[in-house]
């Protein structure tokens, strides 16, 4: 090792250029050291699989602002925008048109192209949670 005992580990995209296999092996290595330094870690990576499989906080970036920074779990349960829903997960998540009403906690009604929003409603395009949100967004 380079450092004695390093704080953290900056990894930019360590495995990107290595097959399948050897990306796989050095993947469990990488695991190996960060848990043995105790070391806090930062990873680059475009391939969502490693981020989803190493990671225990996860930021998932778009345009170079981070959409949500969260754990994988949260990722996938409870995405915060359409764009996160759309990126994580294989296949990705269905969206699909909904109008939330005054009583914001209520049922969410779906609408086909066929039907208009209500009065006191609006069209968004959401993913459905089970979570009721207070936030504007």
């Known amino acids: ?15 990107s250029n290595l097959d399948t296999t050897l990306r796989v092996e050095r993947r ?19 391939d969502q699989i490693e981020a989803m499989m190493m990671a225990t906080h996860v930021a998932v970036m778009n345009g170079g602002r981070i959409e949500q920074f969260d754990t994988p779990d949260r990722l996938l349960s409870d995405p915060a925008s359409a764009f996160v829903a759309r990126f994580i997960g ?41 979570q009721c949100r207070r936030d504007p967004d």
């Open 1 to 15: 090792m380079i450092a004695p005992r390093p704080r953290v580990l900056l990894f930019n995209e360590p495995l």
């Open 90 to 130: 294989t296949p990705p998540a269905n969206l699909i048109p909904v109008v939330r009403c005054a009583a914001r906690c209520g049922p969410a009604r779906v609408h086909g192209s066929r039907h208009g929003a209500g009065r006191g409603c609006e069209d968004q395009r959401r993913v459905l949670t089970p």
């Open 28 to 46: 469990t290595e990488l695991l190996r050291v960060h848990r043995a330094t105790g070391a806090a870690a930062i990873y680059v990576t475009h």
